[in-house]
């Protein structure tokens, strides 16, 4: 068990790129989630997955925004034409069903758009 | 809907002494609560849970919490901190009547710990 991987650590781009950013969840683990922190803020649920299917999404993602989980493992995030205020740090967590648990996060990929 | 409210932005205690951090919650039934912490450019690290029966849950690093259904309340505490306890804390609430895991978090509350 080697937790949640996020890469890349640090992104920094130009307003109007796209950015993708991957998720590799805990082996076992069939649920994944993204959640956005903004600074100063708690961290604000975005979607997730069990699974391939992606279950649920938030009116934060916008239609720039696209999430895939292909094979049920690792998850991509992907975000067309940055702005500025995509600027966050960006949190995968995942978990063994409703894991009452709670989940294991990694440590996130920090977006700045520039 | 769900909410969580933590009312203190920023606390500053000694070294030694004795901290509580407050967390009140909206939830229409019995909800699941959680406290996780976060050290800087870290992820989220779960200290404890309460779904059901005894109020007061024990967690890791000597936390404990209790859950006060009359309050709304789920405060974190703990008896003597260290300086390695410094870092942000959430509150955090996910629904019993959901199956999916969704949790609502608080904005957090920043701990400084003072030598």
């Known amino acids: 068990d080697t937790g949640v991987s996020q890469d890349p650590r640090h992104k920094i781009t130009k307003r109007g790129q796209n950015v993708t950013f991957r998720c590799d969840p805990i082996?076992?683990?069939?649920?994944l989630y993204w959640y956005r922190q903004t600074l100063g803020q708690g961290p604000e649920f975005l979607t997730y997955f069990q699974n391939e299917a992606q279950l649920e999404k938030s009116r934060l993602l916008s239609d720039r925004f696209s999430a895939e989980r292909p094979k049920g493992s690792f998850s991509t995030l992907e975000i067309q034409r940055t702005e500025q205020g995509d600027s966050a740090m960006y949190l995968c967590?995942?978990?063994?069903?409703?894991?009452?648990?709670?989940?294991?996060f990694g440590s996130g990929t920090r977006l700045t758009v520039v | 809907a769900q909410s969580v409210t933590q009312p203190d932005i920023h606390i500053t205690v000694s070294e030694g002494a004795s901290l509580e951090l407050r967390c009140n919650y909206s939830?229409?039934?019995?909800?699941?609560l959680f406290w996780y912490v976060q050290s800087p450019g870290q992820g989220l690290q779960l200290l404890l849970k309460y779904f059901s029966g005894d109020t007061l849950v024990q967690g890791i690093k000597g936390f404990e919490a209790e859950f006060k259904r009359s309050q709304s309340s789920f405060n974190l505490r703990k008896p003597s901190v260290h300086w390695s306890d410094a870092a942000e804390y959430f509150c955090a609430v996910g629904a019993s009547s959901s199956n999916t895991g969704k949790l609502i978090f608080g904005q957090g509350t920043t701990l400084q710990v003072k030598p």
């Open positions: 967590a995942s978990s063994l069903g409703w894991d009452r648990n709670g989940y294991t």
């Open positions: 939830y229409g039934a019995t909800p699941y």
């Open positions: 082996s076992e683990h069939n649920r």
